[in-house]
Nanobody, 116 residues
């Protein structure tokens, strides 16, 4: 049984910050990529950021310079530091993990709402 437990979502004012965490546990062998997608109402699922086990990162253009992804491989945990949040960042953020066999696991999602 594999579990991805997310935390850190919530309501924040424009310009504010949040930090998301996602801890993976269970029978996940050889994790490669850890990252975050998001889905806003009426919009497609969008890759926000991910990071390989070697430290390579990808970011959506819309979050570059504002969001930072990091991970603790010893804890199988990935983080997303989100600064200068905008109303357009409002979405459900989903953690995902892909192992070296290309098996993908998903978290349950955490709501981020940016509103005054």
């Amino acid at each position: 049984q594999v579990q991805l437990v997310e935390s850190g979502g919530g309501l924040v004012q424009p310009g504010g910050s949040l930090r998301l965490s996602c801890a993976a546990s269970g029978s996940i062998s050889r994790i490669n990529v850890m990252g975050w997608y998001r889905q806003a109402p009426g919009k497609q699922l969008e890759l926000v950021a991910d990071m390989s086990s070697g430290g390579s990162t990808n970011y959506a253009d819309s979050v570059k310079g504002r969001f930072t992804i990091s991970r603790d491989n010893a804890k199988n945990t990935v983080y997303l530091q989100m600064n200068s949040l905008e109303p357009e960042d409002t979405a459900v953020y989903l953690c995902y993990v892909r192992n070296v066999y290309n098996r993908v696991y998903w978290g349950q999602g955490t709501q981020v709402t940016v509103s005054s």
